[in-house]
């Protein structure tokens, strides 16, 4: 019997653990997760935007509009440092980010001082916008490759059914 020829690409499978880390977000308006891998394409961390741990959500506001300390924007974490901060414990150096929005500026920092070397997004929703392309400026001129993921898929279904396993 041969192989079976439609499975999933390492970017679709790596994309796709970024996008499920993104259902644990409890913002109301968006929900990103990131996902690193290391040369040997094991995950080494994992996050998604969501507060600091040990706060509680229900205390704090989700708004995206209003004075700043009534807005989530000061309190929230985006998905990319918490997957650095989430990692197994080494160095990160020669890794990839798969992240479900290219990343914004503070971000970026970040991902450059850990040492990872490949940027892999799926959405680019707000490339125009003045974070986007100081992230882009900083990610050039530190050697950080990005491209939009490579995939033909449209969606991928999980099912938790037992007899589809």
């Known amino acids: 019997m041969p192989k079976r020829l439609n499975y999933i690409s390492w970017d ?3 994309m796709g653990v970024a ?4 259902r644990r977000s409890k913002d109301p ?3 990103v997760g990131a996902c ?3 040369s040997k394409n ?9 507060l600091p741990a040990g706060c509680d959500d229900d205390h704090f506001p989700w708004e995206k509009q209003g004075d ?3 807005t989530k924007y000061p309190f929230v974490c985006h998905a990319e440092l918490n997957a650095i901060l989430n990692n197994i414990g080494m160095d990160l150096s020669g890794c990839k980010i ?3 929005l290219f990343p914004c500026h503070e971000c970026t920092k970040a991902i450059i001082q850990s040492g990872i070397t490949e940027v892999i997004y799926l959405s680019d929703k707000y490339e125009e916008s003045d974070s986007a392309k100081a992230s882009r400026l900083m990610l050039e001129n530190a050697g950080v490759s990005c491209r939009k993921v490579n995939t033909q898929l449209d969606q991928l279904l999980l099912s938790y059914k037992e007899e589809d396993v």
């Open 42 to 50: 094991k995950i080494v961390g994992a996050g998604y935007n969501g």
């Open 29 to 31: 308006n968006t929900q």
């Open 36 to 38: 690193i891998v290391n």
């Open 12 to 14: 679709e499978y790596f």
């Open 68 to 70: 700043f300390l009534q």
């Open 98 to 100: 798969y992240t479900a």
């Open 19 to 22: 996008l499920l880390s993104a």
